[in-house]
């Protein structure tokens, strides 16, 4: 969506906007702690991101990329900075194709800064030389498909170029094409007020917004050096309140916040802007400051359908606006989902296509796998030597006291409080849980937990549980499944064994679904067959490289691989969403009974090693009993993509 369309509604209905800018960092796992960040602080209830551009070489290639992902991922509006420094024609000509193809929107198109070995501004052969041709290229490209920001100087745009100089050159771009200005960071109001009057006077119209850009205090060396950089002037007053406290950065960011609010409370209080842009400098707590001090964030307990109009967060990549099915099973992977599916077929009309669609490739194809380094991974989870070891990592995390799984990327959301105590009942008997939702009987769409959707509208839910269950359970578990009609399920193996009572031809099981006024029944989580396989791929792919964070040969590395080629991927759907406790009473009594043991080479008497439970009559005699639903022969093959093994026996 365009930048000035959205705030352009905000502002009618009075509602101030605000953006966040961030850089690309230099590292991998720079990148991945920033997208996280992104992630966090959509919370805030930015309007918009931007993200800047590095002149040249990889800087603007990631640049191009952090876009794609924060677009078409995170669901994130962003804009595209793009420069004239060291780009060639064909070189913008990418970016842009890139920035449309990612589904973004808006750029904000600069001249640019020169290059640091370079003392002044040179144009590229076969570039540009000002950002008002730029402008006018990328108009005669694209038309109207961008929204194109530029940057305005409300103190100079450098030693030769005064303010007032400026305006002339702004009012150029505006004419060329120009939609919104951004202007350089500040810390005076009134001079930012009377520069905006100017550029309204020199005819710059009232539908351009003019955006003043907001610099947070992080200390007061780093608040000197980037003034002083910028030529911006600081208010005497200013100095006065930081010097006495300049070496405590705890105080100065804390008066830093009130001076910074007072700023931005008078830029809004003036009328000349509605919207304010922060330069974040990739942190996020002063960001946060200054808007709570400002009481302009989203409240915490409230419930804003134009934020959560569906129950997951939507991505914005080009023909995924309307998206509205998805599988359960990515719950806890929005991007990686994101990414897979974004070649799926028919999509997004919540059928997958087959076995021929392109999402059945090989995974390292997505870049699907563990967040952080090895050492990372090894701190977050420890170096488990024993199934119970395992068990009480995933208790942590039902707990609340382990902020990530190898499955789960963000800490487990407030839905599951109400399963709380039965989640950290069964991981504490070896049953692991990887996702879950509670049922849901009509819950108003305002609900500040399950409720999503246009407002007056009502919210139901299944109960889903999806979980990794030892081989010495499962047949146990498959039994008492069978025993009740209102469960449908699915069971995998590593190897590809898929065992359900779910016709593999049949529809979409949906788990959540709302009803609105004056709209048709939304069913925006499914559970089926074929995404489910390409999940299971998912799901093993990450236990191998949890296993992958270890030595070879130590015990740890032998648990998880163990677990991860012999345990068995099973998500269950009680389909009466009335019925409160309707799955975990099939565990009732199980319990891995080799918590303690550590793995072995084969696997027997280990973590795969057979063993009596406390379940139901003479299922633990080891008897082969009949079969039932025929996975050995196969006949529960879907698509013919997927082969039984008799290595692998499950049985009813």
Known sequence: MHITKKLAAAHAEGR???SFEYFPPKTAQGVQNLYDRMDRMHSFGPAFIDITWGAGG????????MVKVAQSAYGLETCMHLTCTDMERSKIDDALREAYNAGCSNILAL?????????????TEGGFRYARDLI???????GNHFDIGIAGYPEGCDETTSADEHIPYLKEKVDAGGTFIVAQMSYDADRFIEWAKQCREAGIPASVPIIPGIMPIQTHASFLRRANWTQ???PPEWHEALEPIKNDDRAVREVGKDLVAEFCRKLLDSGITMHLHFYTMNLAASTQMVLEELAVTPATDSHDPSIKPLPWRQSLGLNRRDENVRPIFWRNRNRSYVLRTQDWDEFPNGRWGDSRSPAFGELDAYGIGLKGTNEHNRKLWGEPKSIKDISDLFVGYMKGKVESLPWSEAPINTEADVLRDDLVDLNSRGLLTINSQPPVDGVKSSHPTYGWGPKNGYVYQKAYLELLISPELIDTVMKRIGQDPEITYYAVNNSGELKTNADPDGGPNAVTWGVFPGKEIVQPTIVETISFLAWRDEFYHLGSEWSKCYDEGSDARRLIKEITESWYLVNIVHNDFRERRGIYHLFDGLMVLSMDSKPTVNGVNGVNGKAHVNGDGNENTGKPEP???GVPDGNNVVNGTEKALPSRDLKN
């Open 16 to 18: 101030p906007t605000y």
């Open 58 to 65: 990889r800087m603007s290639s990631l640049t191009c990329e």
């Open 111 to 123: 001249r640019g800064d020169p290059p640091r070995e370079q003392e002044s501004w040179e144009q």
């Open 136 to 142: 006018k290229y990328i108009k005669s490209k694209y």
């Open 232 to 234: 911006c002037r600081i």
């Open 627 to 629: 079969e039932t639903n």
